[in-house]
């Protein structure tokens, strides 16, 4: 089975363009969650998608947005970039629409630098 | 709201030593308790987790951690680091019954010492 594959592995932008961070989830997984970890910081749950809608949300902005697709693959979207948004965006998929007792697997991240 | 706490962001050991990763958690319920390891430029993989049964739960890489609520701790433990342990660790909650997503603590960098 493949795991979790997320694209851009790195990238650079500067402070106010926009970012689309892609995820591809476990095969036979329908949930996907994404989350922030800054510099030496514990990962923070951004929100999850199931079943192509967003099914919780953590405490980020509105300029902080999502998709799932048909297929469960799923974006993330960030507007108007803040140099604290340089961070590493971890994507995680599930089963059954539940983020927490349900084992996550994990992608190895897009490193975003706001410059 | 639920929280974890993991005392000390760096610990070093020497190979064949016993490792020990302290995590303290929040809550008003005894809750669902995940440790994560990352690797460098890799994404988390679960080491092991808490949810309701047994008190001491063994995981990968002969890893184990033992869930005590009176002291509201779930700290990892291994009884002989390998250099290959050097990573850094999480520790991370949610509620029971696994419907919240994951709060993590802010981690703890092993070091494996030859």
């Known amino acids: 089975e493949t795991g979790v594959t997320q694209s851009p592995t790195h990238l650079i932008k500067t402070r106010g363009q926009q970012v689309t961070l892609r995820c591809s989830s476990q095969?036979?997984?329908?949930?996907v969650s994404w989350y922030q970890q800054a510099l030496g910081q514990g990962p923070q749950f951004i929100f999850q998608?199931?079943?192509?809608?967003?099914?919780g949300r953590g405490n980020f902005p509105p300029r902080f947005s999502g998709l799932q697709f048909p297929n469960y693959s799923s974006e993330l979207n960030v507007n108007a970039l803040e140099l604290d948004d340089s961070a590493l965006y971890l994507c995680?998929?599930?089963?059954?629409?539940?983020?927490?007792?349900?084992?996550?697997?994990f992608g190895a991240g897009s490193r975003l630098t706001v410059l | 709201a639920q929280s974890v706490t993991q005392l000390g962001s760096h610990v070093s050991v020497s190979e064949g030593a016993l490792v020990l990763l302290r995590c303290n958690y929040s809550?008003?319920?005894?809750?669902?308790l995940f440790w994560y390891v990352q690797y460098p430029n890799q994404g988390l993989q679960l080491l092991l987790k808490?949810?309701?049964?047994?008190?001491l739960v063994k995981g990968i890489n002969g890893f184990e951690a033992e869930f005590k609520k009176s002291e509201t701790s779930f700290h990892l433990t291994k009884p002989s680091a390998h250099m290959s342990d050097a990573a850094e660790y999480f520790c991370?909650?949610?509620?029971?019954?696994?419907?919240?997503?994951?709060?993590f603590g802010k981690g703890t960098r092993l070091s494996v010492i030859a």
């Open positions: 991370a909650v949610s509620d029971p019954g696994g419907n919240t997503p994951l709060v």
């Open positions: 808490y949810t309701s049964a047994a008190t």
């Open positions: 995680a998929s599930s089963l059954g629409g539940q983020g927490g007792a349900n084992v996550l697997t």
């Open positions: 095969s036979g997984h329908n949930t």
């Open positions: 809550s008003s319920v005894p809750p669902y």
């Open positions: 998608y199931y079943r192509e809608e967003e099914n």
